[in-house]
């Protein structure tokens, strides 16, 4: 199995479009968002090609392939328009021998870990908009950055987790970060 993990676009559609492309390149089994899908949130600059409407018409086209959470900037109007679940504040799945959890970061995060996570298990979080890739007391921690509204001069970035290992990726495709699994 193969997750490209993808968040905070904040409802830009350049950066959607270009997220999206990589994605169906990257032949993932599934499109993982990890929220701040639609709004760029009050404390954020209006990003380019802020066209909430065009994302969520793109995004739709994928629903089938999407599993998602709720992030701090989505909003019970954003589910009225999207075909796809982003109710929860977080989700779960496997990937060979390893529990991978879902969770936008502004409930959870890498100093506040959900309960019942064991040695080997992916914690993936977004909200801070960094690239990060850590092991963390026998725990794989993932933060996709941001594909809309990064920092400290990161570019935009996406995610992909399979049974190797994980990798952070510029839009370009170029590898920014990458670790196996043990």
Do not use: W
Request: aromatic content about 10%.
């Amino acid at each position: 199995m193969k997750l490209f993990i993808l968040s905070d676009i904040h409802g830009s559609i350049t950066t959607c479009m270009k997220a999206i492309k990589q994605f169906e390149k990257s032949k993932a089994d599934y499109l993982v968002l990890m929220g701040d899908l639609l709004y760029h949130g009050p404390r954020n600059p209006l990003p380019e090609g802020y066209q909430p409407q065009e994302v969520y018409e793109l995004l739709n086209k994928y629903a089938d392939s999407i599993i998602a959470v709720r992030g701090n900037c989505d909003a019970e109007v954003d589910q009225m328009v999207l075909e796809f679940n982003i109710s929860d504040d977080y989700n779960f799945l496997t990937i060979g021998n390893h529990l991978v959890y879902l969770s936008h970061g502004h409930i959870y995060d890498p100093d506040n870990l959900p309960p019942g996570l064991v040695s080997s298990d992916v914690f993936v979080f977004g909200h801070i908009h960094l690239p990060i890739i850590e092991k963390k007391n026998d725990l794989y921690i993932l933060n996709p950055g941001s594909c809309t509204l990064p920092k400290e001069n990161y570019p935009p970035s996406y995610a992909i987790i399979d049974e190797v290992g994980i990798t952070i990726y510029d839009l370009d495709s170029q590898v920014i970060k990458s670790m196996d699994f043990d």
